[in-house]
């Protein structure tokens, strides 16, 4: 099976540069320090879709040249802002299309885009006569079971990100997983043989902000990669502390940071 994945954003929730930031990599201007926030796309010959739809979403797929005709839809790892704001760029699609889009998440992350988005889902949408293309119509994945998209068969998996269950996609021999701390023993069996993972590392150990309960390190992005014995690892939701140009330096040769705008053949 072939595929290609496009990372649209590496960043971390606040994106690189921040706001108010004159550190060394938010003011250097260089293009693989620039990180919107985290999502990737992903495309086969007969249709494409996305893993997360953040703020920076209308950005992210503008200077794409894509169809939207074979545009499949979003899934969902999780919950917060930074992975599901972009949901009202979605309606640009919907109108364009006229017709309605599928989302795929969890039972604890559908419940989140149903309280926030309420007017967006379509049950709710249909009772008050609005625009049937005009909705989103949501799709339950739960863990461990695998789905299909359009012939492609996709296996969710979840981890810890902090105290809340994220989920992470496996399909076929690569697999995505952007915020995570703690990988469960069932989720690494799922993992066994995947040969390229995109997995989220905010900063080195030695120039941490604090010590994140909630998101892995680089040296422990790594170790979980050679723990799952991948051939590929590339580093994803890297915050300011990550200087792509000097950081790759210090990488094994196997692994890599990501970059906005990074293509990786499957």
Not at 64 to 89: C, Q, R, T, W
């Amino acid at each position: 099976m072939n595929f290609k994945v496009r990372v649209l954003g590496c960043g971390d929730s606040l994106g690189v540069p921040r706001l108010g930031c004159y550190c060394n990599v938010c003011s250097s201007g260089l293009d693989k320090n620039r990180r919107t926030r985290s999502s990737i796309a992903i495309f086969f010959d007969s249709g494409w879709f996305i893993i997360d739809a953040t703020p920076d979403l209308k950005n992210q797929l503008l200077p794409l040249k894509v169809d939207y005709n074979k545009f499949l839809g979003v899934l969902f790892s999780h919950p917060h802002a930074d992975h599901i704001l972009g949901i009202e760029d979605l309606r640009s699609i919907s109108l364009s299309l006229r017709k309605e889009l599928s989302i795929y998440a969890s039972h604890e992350t559908l419940i989140e885009i149903y309280s926030r988005f309420f007017y967006r889902v379509s049950y709710i949408r249909k009772k008050v006569n609005a625009l049937p293309w005009d909705t989103l119509n949501s799709i339950l994945i739960n863990h461990g079971e695998v789905f299909n998209l359009d012939g492609v068969n996709i296996v969710p998996f979840f981890a810890y990100h902090g105290d809340i269950k994220v989920t992470g996609f496996r399909i076929h021999d690569f697999a995505y997983l952007p915020d995570c701390k703690i990988l469960p023993d069932e989720s690494r069996i799922l993992l066994k043989n995947v040969q390229t993972l995109i997995l989220g590392a905010l900063w080195s150990k030695n120039k941490a902000e604090i010590m994140n309960p909630k998101h892995l390190t680089v040296e422990e992005a790594v170790e979980l990669g050679e723990e799952l014995k991948v051939e590929r690892l590339y580093l994803t939701h890297l915050s300011h502390k990550v200087d792509y140009y000097e950081d790759m330096k210090m990488l094994p040769n196997w692994v890599e940071f990501c970059y906005d705008g990074l293509e990786i053949e499957q």
